[in-house]
């Protein structure tokens, strides 16, 4: 299963996403949607699994979970929005954690692409980056990755600088 991953649009869909999309299986928004026609819109390329972000509006939230846990080829994943520094996660996230052993945290709202094994919660921690406009970001990015019996082929992928006139 290819999967596109994406956080922080702020209503912003970037046009250079489609061939990403496109070969996706599924693209995984981590929140900070923005806009309500926003997920219809990426669905025209490949399913979506989404959580809504904290400046998502009640339209979105009411639509969308908080968070995510989903089983593929025998790896669990979670998916929230605002999870904290690796290793040092809020204490919503910690419960999660406790709960549902994901071996994958995916997450967004720091607006930085982070990949990194978090030895203490046992899990790989997962940021996309932001891919809108909006936030203190410089380089708008998303990652790619496959799950099978690894997860494999991850990529982080730039998209060029934030701001309207890019």
């Given at each position: ?7 922080d649009?702020?209503?912003?869909l ?9 070969e ?32 998502d509006e ?6 969308y ?24 996660y ?23 692409l ?43 992928i ?9």
């Amino acid at each position: 299963m290819k999967v596109l991953l994406i956080s922080d649009t702020h209503g912003f869909l970037d046009p250079e996403i489609e061939p990403y999309a496109k070969e996706a299986d599924e693209i995984w928004h981590a929140g900070d949607i923005g806009s309500s026609d926003l997920i219809p819109r990426l669905e025209e390329w490949a399913p979506v699994r989404t959580v809504y972000g904290n400046i998502d509006e009640y339209d979105l939230r009411v639509q969308y979970p908080e968070y995510w846990v989903e089983d593929f080829h025998g790896h669990r994943f979670m998916m929230i929005h605002i999870a904290g520094p690796v290793g040092r996660y809020n204490a919503r996230v910690r419960e999660l954690i406790r709960e549902y052993r994901p071996s994958f945290l995916v997450c967004g709202h720091s607006h930085i692409l982070k990949v990194q094994f978090d030895k203490r919660f046992d899990l790989l921690y997962i940021n996309p980056g932001a891919l809108g406009h909006h936030g203190f970001h410089q380089i708008r990015t998303m990652i790619t990755f496959e799950i099978g019996e690894k997860v494999h082929q991850m990529k982080a992928i730039e998209l060029g600088r934030r701001g309207r006139g890019s």
